[in-house]
């Protein structure tokens, strides 16, 4: 399986960008939250419909959004 990674985080690496280093070194695709606000349920199925992963701000992940992100395997907060 490919994997790939959603950060939902608005604010991710905003005070120290090892995280998105560390990410970068591990050659796994990710993509990012740049609206700068907290993702939406919609927004989260557009941008995170082939992650393996999401790392989760405090957006609802309610089991119609979950059942709609079917490679998802792990959401961490």
């Known amino acids: 399986m490919d994997d ?6 608005s604010t ?3 005070y120290d960008d ?5 990410l970068e070194e591990s050659g796994i ?6 609206t700068g606000v907290r993702a939406t ?3 989260v199925l557009r941008e995170a419909a082939d ?11 309610e089991a ?3 059942a709609r992100l079917p490679k998802l395997r792990c959401i961490s907060r």
């Open 51 to 61: 992650a393996t992963v999401i790392v989760a701000s405090v957006e609802p992940y």
């Open 64 to 66: 119609d959004l979950l």
């Open 4 to 9: 790939h990674i959603y950060i939902s985080l």
């Open 12 to 14: 991710f690496c905003e």
């Open 29 to 34: 695709p990710y993509s990012l939250n740049t």
């Open 18 to 22: 090892t995280p998105r280093q560390i």
């Open 41 to 43: 349920p919609d927004q």
